[in-house]
T-cell receptor, first 111, second 113 residues
Framework: KQEVTQIPAALSVPEGENLVLNCSFTDSAIYNLQWFRQDPGKGLTSLLLIQSSQREQTSGRLNASLDKSSGRSTLYIAASQPGDSATYLCAVYNQGGKLIFGQGTELSVKP | EPEVTQTPSHQVTQMGQEVILRCVPISNHLYFYWYRQILGQKVEFLVSFYNNEISEKSEIFDDQFSVERPDGSNFTLKIRSTKLEDSAMYFC???????????FGQGTRLTVV
């Protein structure tokens, strides 16, 4: 059974820092991996989708990497801003096409 | 920019009552999903729907739950007899193909009292 774990559970950084969020999964037979942002009490905003054949994907200040063999993905955020404060969720698509989520990393960027 | 919309944003219902949560997926998408998130817990899959039938469902999605696409735009989740433990945020999502980027709605917060 696929399990997705995100470390750390919470992270607080000063504005301007570069940071890395980690995601690991137990079954490397994934189809794709998707990173989301969730603001308190709100929905999920898609940030990046990495296909299983890709090693990384970039969007603006965000860069996500994927290493299927080791069961890991990272989300790199460059030059963090207070507006980046949110919970970041990692989710993997299994062979059945459903998303299996991690518990998220709650990020706080202090001005 | 196209988006998934859900109504209502918040619903309070008495235990044992039926509720219908409504979603309008992105118009050219073919795959539809319901997920839920109990407060403080992970987002968990409920059901996927394609070509007017359920593709996959989780153990949570028992006989109390049903989904329907009554017309060309709406996608609904019905809970027949709500329980206290059904209280959660319910998210609708859609994608244009299997395993491609999924777009989520803002959620319906269901409170069962």
């Amino acid at each position: 059974k696929q399990e997705v774990t995100q470390i750390p559970a919470a992270l607080s950084v000063p504005e301007g820092e570069n940071l890395v969020l980690n995601c690991s999964f137990t079954d490397s037979a994934i189809y794709n991996l998707q990173w989301f942002r969730q603001d308190p009490g709100k929905g999920l905003t898609s940030l990046l989708l990495i296909q299983s054949s890709q090693r990384e994907q970039t969007s603006g200040r965000l860069n996500a990497s994927l290493d299927k063999s080791s069961g890991r993905s990272t989300l790199y955020i460059a030059a963090s801003q207070p507006g980046d404060s949110a919970t970041y969720l990692c989710a993997v698509y299994n062979q059945g096409g459903k998303l299996i989520f991690g518990q998220g990393t709650e990020l706080s960027v202090k001005p | 920019e196209p988006e998934v919309t859900q109504t209502p944003s918040h619903q309070v219902t008495q235990m044992g009552q039926e509720v219908i949560l409504r979603c309008v997926p992105i118009s050219n998408h073919l795959y539809f999903y319901w997920y839920r998130q109990i407060l403080g817990q992970k987002v968990e899959f409920l059901v996927s729907f394609y070509n007017n039938e359920i593709s996959e469902k989780s153990e949570i999605f028992d006989d109390q739950f049903s989904v329907e696409r009554p017309d060309g735009s709406n996608f609904t989740l019905k809970i027949r007899s709500t329980k206290l433990e059904d209280s959660a945020m319910y998210f609708c999502a859609s994608s244009n193909n299997w395993g491609t980027e999924a777009f989520f709605g803002q959620g319906t917060r269901l409170t069962v009292v």
